[in-house]
């Protein structure tokens, strides 16, 4: 069932964690997203070793959630917010604008890709990700970043 308060949820997935590293994605059906999602399937056992979660975050109805994970073997942590509430949220905070577009699927609009790395403190590793990100080297500076080394990419390249 969708996250009856998508908020609430991210919010204690970050205090339970050293941190979340959170995939907004915007379908089942979109092939960028899916490979993403598919990244993050591969890194999601060292993000845990590290003390994080891997969560991904949709607008899109529930009933993909399954066609997702099976398309992509991500089985880890999912949001559904198919109202943007999360989206919405994060960005009043000013940690993540999530571009918010029409589609006729979706009553509330559909969130466009988006990454956001945050501490269970509130500080960021990473916010943003409108070039898209590769997320080995986002993991890479997030990585070094939690054994107090310096970034490892300065730039990222795009996927």
């Known amino acids: 069932m969708a996250s009856s308060d998508p908020v609430h949820e991210f919010d204690s997935l970050r205090a339970q964690s050293k941190f979340v590293f959170a ?14 999602l598919s ?22 109805a529930e009933k993909y959630l399954d066609d ?12 559904v917010d198919p109202e943007n509430r999360l989206a919405k949220e994060l960005d009043a905070r000013d940690l993540v604008h999530v571009a918010i577009s029409e589609r006729s699927s979706y009553d509330h609009g559909m969130a466009q890709p988006a990454l956001l790395v945050l501490k269970e403190d509130g500080t960021m590793n990473l916010g ?9 080297e986002v993991w890479e500076n997030v990585e070094a970043q939690l054994h107090g080394k310096s970034k ?3 730039t990222y390249s795009t996927a």
């Open 68 to 79: 997702t994970r099976a398309a992509t073997k991500y089985d880890g942590k999912a949001i």
């Open 128 to 136: 943003g990700a409108k070039d898209r990100p590769v997320l080995d």
């Open 152 to 154: 490892v990419h300065n």
């Open 39 to 60: 990244k993050l399937a591969t890194l999601s056992p060292a993000i845990i070793a590290a003390g994080g979660t891997p969560v991904i975050i949709t607008a899109e």
């Open 23 to 36: 995939v907004f994605y915007r379908g089942h059906w979109c092939p960028f997203c899916r490979g993403w």
